[in-house]
């Protein structure tokens, strides 16, 4: 579904990323480990259209995405869930939600697109009039997940959706991960709690310093010694 190739970016002349290669197929959850300021966001930007690639490829079911803007990803079926939930915090949850349709002309596609949302996050459908900046981090989170649902996409790609949540909220967060790849979404995610995104991944990349260093099985990689030693002590 989703290939990168070489893939080098910089921002204000530094190199961010520097020649990484990786794949996502159909159905799959990929995660990308690594340490703060590895690369990690800086993939997903580019494969989103937030920040220009300098070099190298990036296809999506076969077609070159690499020169495309984020608002043209979207409607290509790719969701962003990104760093820090980004929702809008002076408007209300039902208005965070219908920016995530922006596209979508038909008021009943529109509707049943909520109603999905609401299967997964049902707190949502009772605080769609709360302005969504008074809400909790968790809840945030949720909205920020919600309106990636509302583009109905085929890839969703979330970055760091544990940052400074609860434990009890952040197993939460991955049994829904869980649910929406069994239901067909396919998930390349980003994710500091490397544990808790291996276990959860078919395949998992080590990206360092702008590289990836190790790829495998996401319970091959729990049990490699320097993943062990270097993310999960």
Do not use: C, W
Not at 117 to 131: G, I, N, S, W
Not at 169 to 193: A, P, Y
């Amino acid at each position: 579904m989703l290939e990168l190739k070489n893939v080098e970016t910089f921002y204000s002349g530094i190199q961010a990323l520097k020649g990484i290669s990786l794949n996502v197929e159909k159905g799959e959850i990929v995660t990308l480990i690594g340490s703060n300021g590895a690369g990690k966001s800086t993939a997903l930007k580019s494969i989103s259209g937030l920040v220009k690639v300098g070099s190298g490829q990036i296809t999506y079911k076969g077609n070159d995405i690499t020169k495309k803007q984020a608002h043209e990803t979207t409607l290509l079926g790719i969701a962003h869930v990104p760093e820090g939930r980004r929702i809008f915090p002076k408007l209300t949850v039902k208005e965070n939600l219908l920016m995530g349709a922006f596209s979508v002309k038909d008021k009943r596609a529109i509707e049943e697109r909520m109603e999905r949302a609401f299967k997964y996050f049902p707190k949502l459908k009772d605080r769609l009039e709360q302005k969504g900046g008074t809400m909790s981090g968790g809840e945030q989170q949720m909205l920020a997940i919600g309106r990636a649902l509302m583009m109905k996409p085929e890839l969703l790609m979330l970055d760091e959706p544990s940052m400074g949540l609860a434990p009890i909220i952040v197993e939460q967060i991955f049994d829904i991960i869980r649910e929406l790849n069994d239901e067909g979404i396919t998930i390349l995610l980003v994710e500091q709690n490397a544990y808790q995104a291996l276990q959860v991944a078919h395949r998992g990349y080590v990206i360092q310093t702008g590289a990836i260093r190790l790829e495998g099985y996401g319970k091959d990689l729990i049990q490699n010694n320097e993943v062990r030693e270097a993310y999960l002590a």
